[in-house]
């Protein structure tokens, strides 16, 4: 069964640092999201692609959040400096383009900062 | 924007009862609900949705009702395992996939 991927599992980074996160989507499916999971709640969306395009990013905190998706497959989403409140779960999900909605989740990077 | 509230936040019982996880959502806009099953350390997993012109689903013993007058929705888990033990999340969409979660709920079966 196709999964999505996520690397790296864990990070532990001291603050002020850069840090970034990689997603490879299930084959085939145009949309990619980034959602940020603060323990204890549910996840939260930080930037929506369509193929190589930024269709949603209005949560992502752009002073210091980035993300990319240069050939419309896999993402990378980087912070820079990372700060203490970013400790958290970042899922990546992917769908299929079109009236498809079901997203499918990545098992997360697990992000410290210290 | 939409604003999806859940309830409860943690719910406990006996391996073969029933649980029932309810949320409610704000925007009339939204139009698909789907549910996810989060076990620890893993990322959410698509168990069942359900979509505005349809009142109820059930898929072996999970089921999900939708009353969209009131604005809410429900997950029924019956005959539950142990195995049924994680995080459940609800979520309204509106638009173009514009996913808004619940708080979830953490659901623990006791054998």
């Known amino acids: 069964e196709a999964e999505v991927a996520q690397s790296p599992r864990y990070k532990i980074t001291e603050k002020s640092q850069a840090v970034a996160f990689w997603c490879d989507p299930i084959?085939?499916?145009?949309?990619l999201y980034w959602y940020r999971q603060i323990l204890g709640q549910g996840p939260e969306l930080l930037v929506q692609f369509q193929d190589e395009s930024v269709v949603d990013d209005s949560q992502l905190p752009k002073d210091r959040f980035s993300a990319e998706r240069l050939k419309g497959v896999d993402s990378t989403l980087k912070i820079q400096p990372a700060e203490l409140g970013d400790s958290a779960m970042y899922l990546c999900?992917?769908?299929?383009?079109?009236?498809?909605?079901?997203?499918?989740f990545g098992p997360g990077t697990r992000l410290t900062v210290t | 924007g939409e604003n999806v509230e859940q309830h409860p936040s943690t719910l406990s019982v006996q391996e073969g009862d029933s649980a029932v996880i309810k949320c409610t959502y704000s925007?009339?806009?939204?139009?698909?609900f789907p549910w996810y099953k989060q076990e620890l350390g893993k990322g959410p997993q698509l168990i069942i949705d359900i979509r505005s012109n349809v009142g109820e689903k059930k898929d072996q013993r999970i089921a999900v009702t939708l009353n969209k007058t009131a604005k809410h929705f429900s997950l029924h888990i019956t005959e539950t395992q142990p195995e049924d033990s994680a995080v459940y999340f609800c979520a309204a969409v509106e638009g173009y996939q514009k996913v808004t979660f619940g708080t979830g709920t953490k659901l623990q079966v006791i054998p």
């Open positions: 925007d009339s806009a939204s139009n698909y």
């Open positions: 084959s085939g499916h145009a949309t």
């Open positions: 999900a992917s769908s299929l383009e079109g009236t498809t909605y079901e997203q499918y």
